[in-house]
């Protein structure tokens, strides 16, 4: 059974950074991708980063330059740096896997960048 659990969300004033992290648990290593979503309040899930079972990633424009997703093999775990955090960034962040054709959520964790 394929669990996530984010953790490193909070409060941080604009300019600041945080570090996202997600636990994967379960037989993921064949993932297809693992990513980053947020959701503001009243707007749609969007990605906001991801990176592909190559090596690969992409990440919206939005973010790009100041958001960095790396991944862990040896301790299973997805990370999102996030530097240079603007107001806008405020949301509940979700991490997602893409395995087999299946979608799997984290809980998310909570992000508020106060100007």
């Known amino acids: 059974q394929v669990q996530l659990v984010e953790s490193g969300g909070g409060l941080v004033q604009a300019g600041g950074s945080l570090r996202l992290s997600c636990a994967a648990s379960?037989?993921?290593?064949?993932?297809?991708?693992m990513g980053w979503y947020r959701q503001a309040p009243g707007k749609e899930r969007e990605v906001v980063a991801r990176?592909?079972?190559?090596?690969?990633?992409y990440s919206v424009d939005s973010v790009k330059g100041r958001f960095t997703i790396s991944r862990d093999n040896t301790k299973n775990t997805l990370y999102l740096q996030m530097n240079s955090l603007k107001p806008e960034d405020t949301a509940v962040y979700y991490c997602?896997?893409?395995?087999?054709?299946?979608?799997?959520w984290g809980q998310g964790t909570q992000v508020t960048v106060s100007s």
């Open positions: 997602n896997l893409l395995l087999w054709g299946f979608n799997y």
């Open positions: 379960g037989s993921t290593s064949s993932f297809n991708a």
């Open positions: 990176i592909f079972s190559g090596g690969q990633t």
